[in-house]
T-cell receptor, first 113, second 115 residues
């Protein structure tokens, strides 16, 4: 039972354009959402997060949008840079289980120069 | 370096052998987590400590797996009688307690290959 789904296995974007990565979830008990970036053979690096009481959080080139009614969140990267090429994981915290995170399967982002 | 530290980074072992991984969390983080990641999947939760107490274990954590966090500092994850299906990246992470501990920070991971 996949509670967090990233339906696009990969995304290719031209440098300077916007990258939009999507994530859907099913569990209404999720209260906090995070995006992580991962390079091969390294651990995930925290990127940006959003509480379930907000609908938008922005940090530099990264913005996360949350649509609770649709159980959908998205990560916008603008402008995209070649160094952004990595795997991006969406994660959700289950408030019933402390800080345990449930991850999606990831989306590979390739930014072409 | 004040991040989460894991050791060893890579381990190749023969099936049936025991392996142990160590994790040093960010100092003053009282929560410590172990996750496992296989190719093409996101990290999967294994277990979680608050200080020295192991508060939750996933059903993924068979009886061949044991984790400890003596004195609430570093943690070890031991896998006994390794099987080829145990090959994965084992990730350690840490966070502060509530209310400020919403973000979980991961280490570089320990790659396990069982041959």
């Amino acid at each position: 039972d996949q509670q967090v789904k990233q339906n696009s296995p990969s995304l290719s974007v031209q440098e300077g354009r916007i990258s939009i990565l999507n994530c859907d979830y099913t569990n209404s008990m999720f209260d906090y959402f995070l995006w992580y970036k991962k390079y091969p053979a390294e651990g995930p690096t925290f990127l940006i997060s959003i509480s379930s009481i907000k609908d938008k959080n922005e940090d530099g080139r990264f913005t996360v949008f949350l649509n609770k009614s649709a159980k959908h969140l998205s990560l916008h990267i603008v402008p995209s840079q070649p160094g952004d090429s990595a795997v991006y994981f969406c994660a959700a915290r289950d408030m019933e289980y402390g800080n345990k995170l449930v991850f999606g399967a990831g989306t590979i982002l390739r930014v072409k120069s | 370096d004040t991040g989460v530290s894991q050791d060893p980074r890579h381990k190749i072992t023969k099936r049936g052998q025991n392996v142990t991984f160590r994790c040093d969390p960010i100092s003053e983080h009282n929560r410590l987590y172990w996750y496992r990641q296989t190719l093409g999947q996101g990290p999967e939760f294994l277990t979680y400590f608050q200080n020295e107490a192991q508060l939750e274990k996933s059903r993924l954590l068979s009886d061949r797996f044991s984790a400890e966090r003596p004195k609430g500092s570093f943690s070890t994850l031991e896998i006994q009688r390794t099987e080829q299906g145990d090959s994965a990246m084992y990730l350690c992470a840490s966070s502060q307690g509530q209310p400020s501990g919403n973000t979980i920070y991961f280490g570089e991971g320990s790659w396990l290959t069982v041959v």
